[in-house]
């Protein structure tokens, strides 16, 4: 089992940035990928921003230019540089991580952390 922890989250203004962070820990063998997903009040879960082992990364359109995903392989740690954020951008976020073992891919949810943004 793998288990994420997210945190960084809070109450910020239109225009100000957060840095989430997301450590795994547990029963490791790869993780392959990880990324961000967020879930609006209301909506349904979306993806935000996800990058590989190798640190390809993909971003959703809505956060292109804003948000800056990063990872540090050797601390299984993600990490979501939020700049510029918008009311919009409000959410609860979520850290999931692809744990890879054989052939086989084990997907985790961490329990997220609140974003909001307001003035």
């Known amino acids: 089992q793998v288990q994420l922890v997210e945190s960084g989250g809070g109450l910020v203004q239109p225009g100000e940035s957060l840095r989430l962070s997301c450590a795994a820990s547990?029963?490791?063998?790869?993780?392959?990928?990880m990324g961000w997903y967020r879930q609006p009040p209301g909506k349904e879960r979306e993806l935000v921003a996800t990058i590989t082992r190798g640190e390809s990364t993909n971003y959703a359109d809505f956060v292109k230019g804003r948000f800056t995903i990063s990872r540090d392989n050797a601390k299984n740690t993600v990490y979501l540089q939020m700049n510029s954020l918008k009311p919009e951008d409000s959410a609860v976020y979520y850290c999931n991580a692809q744990d890879q073992r054989g052939f086989t891919i084990h997907g985790y949810w961490g329990k997220g952390t609140q974003v909001t943004v307001s003035s």
């Open positions: 547990g029963t490791i063998f790869s993780i392959i990928a």
